[in-house]
């Protein structure tokens, strides 16, 4: 007979809450710039220069000084002094009347009004003509020292994930290496007497596992580390055995079982997480899928009980775990659920309960977000957030770009 678990049921929120109030951003380690991308900063990032460094020409053209050599009906006269190209250390200085040809990036000399564009001046005999329309104008095309940062400025804040243009930034500040939280390290085992790994004989009745290759590709996609993908057989002993020489050999930072969750005979993930003294945080969500999901710590491990059936799998390892591997990361991160005009009907509502669904979300003719549930096995781009009181919007996670759609409003 099954031992009875007690019923630890929680909402959507209240998991989410409960499992980041366990979890504790992970040791900081320094990695060089360039591995940096998708990290999470371990401390505020601040400028240590003034960027850039120098007032800089921000076109191609000719610095000229505030008085021409000589003027004349629609232009100025300016005699050429030189020319500046961008990386000349030598410091020029502009007399009235002078001007320097000069390069984008080039240090703008001292007495330099403006810098006109190439394209609007006529160059001839050591002299330059420069429209009076142009000269009408302020100061332009002047890059002024410290313009895009200042010394001390705040490039990030601690629990930023760094992307591209912080990778710049932190570039032309002359930063090599960074601190950032360590990756996440997680090891998955699907359960399933039934299921055998791709490439291996397929018995009678058996069937191949998809979820170890659907979590490591999310993991990925959260820069958390693989470190492995198990099969266990629905055998308490066996299943217990298995969790344990991962624990010991791998030492994950979390841990991911699919399957076994169901009141069935055979269902025997709880009783195998209570076996190794795990203490349960929750058993049952009011949820549609994920009712039967655990979460718990496993000796201080986090350990997630997921469903068998990859559609649970997916949507609740976005609701679920994803969040938690953002806090193990550092990385605080809001609630997510914007709202959308729903595209036909989708509700399946169960009274107290959140009923998921995968979806197509895109932005029609008139600029609107749209959503509409996912078809077959089309990959889907958002989660409905569908509780029965749905008319016209829904509210929806989004989790991955918007989809592009025809005037039928289908997937392209």
């Not at 000269?135 to 400025?153: F, K, N, W």
């Not at 990385?331 to 998921?356: F, M, W, Y």
Request: proline share 8%.
């Amino acid at each position: 007979m099954k031992p009875e678990s007690p019923q630890l049921e929680l909402s959507l929120a209240e998991a989410r809450a409960a499992i980041a109030a366990r979890l504790a951003p992970l040791a900081a380690e320094r990695v060089p710039l360039h591995l940096a991308r998708g990290r999470v900063c371990a401390a505020d990032l601040l400028a240590s220069r003034s960027s850039p460094s120098c007032d800089q020409s921000a076109r191609d053209g000719f610095a000229v000084a505030a008085a021409p050599l000589s003027a004349a009906p629609g232009f100025a006269l300016f005699h050429i002094a030189g020319e500046i190209a961008a990386g000349c250390a030598e410091l020029k200085t502009l007399a009235p009347g002078q001007a320097f040809r000069i390069m984008t990036g080039a240090v703008v000399p001292s007495g330099t009004a403006r810098v006109v564009p190439f394209e609007v001046c006529q160059e001839e005999g050591g002299q330059v003509r420069v429209p009076l329309t142009e000269l009408a104008h302020g100061q332009r095309h002047i890059r002024r020292q410290g313009c895009e940062v200042r010394a001390g400025d705040l490039l990030a804040v601690a629990g930023t994930c760094l992307l591209p243009d912080h990778l710049r930034l932190l570039a032309e500040d002359g930063c090599e290496e960074i601190s950032v939280r360590r990756l996440p390290r997680a090891a998955v085992v699907c359960t399933g007497s039934e299921l055998t790994q791709a490439g291996e004989p397929l018995p009678p009745g058996g069937k191949i596992s998809g979820n170890g290759a659907l979590l490591a590709a999310l993991l990925e996609e959260q820069h958390c580390v693989c470190l492995c993908c198990c099969i266990a057989k629905d055998d308490a002993d066996s299943m217990a055995a298995l969790l344990a020489e991962i624990m010991e050999r791998d030492r994950p930072d979390l841990l991911i079982t699919t399957g076994g969750m169901g009141p069935g005979k055979f269902d025997l993930t709880e009783q195998v997480f209570a076996r190794l003294g795990g203490e349960p945080v929750y058993n049952r969500l009011r949820l549609r899928p994920g009712r039967a999901t655990l979460f718990g710590l496993l000796h201080g491990l986090p350990f997630f009980g997921l469903p068998g059936p990859p559609p649970a799998v997916r949507l609740l390892f976005h609701e679920l775990i994803v969040p938690a591997l953002a806090r193990l990361q550092g990385e605080e991160i809001a609630d997510g659920l914007i709202k959308a005009r729903l595209d036909g009907p989708a509700s399946a509502a169960q009274p107290g309960c959140t009923v998921l669904k995968g979806a197509v979300v895109w932005v029609d003719e008139e600029g609107r977000l749209r959503a509409r549930p996912a078809q077959g096995l089309e990959p889907p781009n958002a989660i409905l957030h569908l509780r029965g009181d749905e008319a016209e919007l829904v509210s929806l996670r989004l989790i991955g770009p918007l989809a592009a759609a025809d005037s039928a409003g289908r997937r392209r």
